[in-house]
């Protein structure tokens, strides 16, 4: 019978009381050397602690929550056995007599001590064949691993993998293979560490970061970039301002709203939502647009905007940004939304990834315009570039229809006769 011994944690450098993230092992799984054993996750750092040996788990000590430090007992562990041998009650030693136990004060412990437990159905072995990396990914998203079938040699899980199983959990749609909750973040004592001042979230960022979190975790994203000359626009727009007189201002978003309400008739899949198994195409085009407010991000809806002209859209993008500021918008006037334009122009950037307004399957983010210069095919010439920012859900819009619509707002924009074919 092959000795059973402790598996103490290594020397992990200057870390202390590290709580366990992930048990990666369970009784009875056989285990290669430096095969990692179970995930700690510090405020600094993610580390795996390897097996020191090969063998059988008997028990496994640690649990997932226990703070360990150096020298920590985290499992028992039979070395030099291939697999758990049966067990047999006929060939099950008897208990040392008390007379024995006085007389081998340090009897090293045995297998039958620690009876192995049967290893759960969802849980095979190979499943915890996979790198540290992706060990990592997989609770980020937070993926059981033993639920993912490896496509490496010898069952060995790779990336492709986890990213293949959360591709085919959003698409079925069911609990078929249920995407469990992410590992809570490990609690910290940031005042340890020095001075802290604690501020509560307003409610309107709890809320919105609920419903962000749900999209951002629920929605394979994809954003791709364009840049539009609007050169031409932008002396347009101060000319009608101009000729407004101080009356109203039309900004820059109002042209981006047309635009966007045009291509969106060319390309209708991206004025749509996921509902159940089928899409629905929406034949109107209530566009959102994110404002910005001292109680945080609130999006209002400008309702039927493809039945006004850009003065009418900037009359009543400048009332509802108005209603946002002040904290006075019903929420009639916060839904129905069927596309969202997120404008960061007036702040700053050259691109960034904005997150799909579930259940809307495209927002488009606006940074700020710049000039650059551009080729003309004899000489560079100055010209204004508004970077474009489109994100779309994987499983309704691809990569060349998303690229087509980018191209098709970006002729608009730079080309406003375009609004009138």
Known sequence: ???????????????????????????????????????????KATMDVPSPAAGVVVEVLARVGDLVSRGSRILLIRSGAEEAPPEEASSEPAPPSVDEVAEEPERRVLAADFPAAPAPETAPSTATRASPAVHRMARELGVDLHLVEGSGLGGRVRKSDVQAFIGQALNDGSAAAPLPEPLPAPEVDFAAF????????????????????????????????EDADITDLEAFRKEINREQAGELRVTL??????????????????????????????????????????RGLVVPVLRDADRMGVLEIAGELARLAARARAGE?????????????????GVGGTAFT???????????????????????????QPRLILPLSLSWDHRVVDGAAAARFNLHLAGILGDVRRALL
């Open 194 to 225: 020095g001075p802290v001042e604690r501020r509560p979230l307003s409610r309107l960022k709890q809320v919105s970061g609920a419903r962000l979190h749900r999209s951002w975790t629920t929605i394979p994203h994809v954003t791709s970039h």
């Open 1 to 43: 019978m092959d000795p059973v011994s402790e598996v103490r944690l290594p020397d992990i450098g200057e870390f202390t009381e590290v709580p366990v993230a992930e048990v990666l092992v369970a009784p009875g799984d056989v285990v290669e050397v430096e095969q990692p054993l179970l995930t700690l996750e510090s405020d």
């Open 329 to 345: 918008l019903a929420p009639s006037e916060m839904q129905g939304g069927s596309f969202t334009v997120s404008s960061l122009g």
């Open 354 to 380: 904005p997150i799909v307004n579930a259940p809307e399957v495209a927002i488009l983010g606006v940074s700020r315009a710049a000039v650059r210069p551009v080729w003309d095919g004899a000489a560079f």
């Open 253 to 294: 978003l109002a042209f981006v709203v047309k635009a966007a309400v045009l291509t969106l008739r060319a390309f209708p899949d991206f004025n749509a939502s996921l509902d159940g198994g089928e899409l629905c195409l929406k034949r109107y085009y209530h566009v959102g647009f994110a404002a910005d407010t001292p």
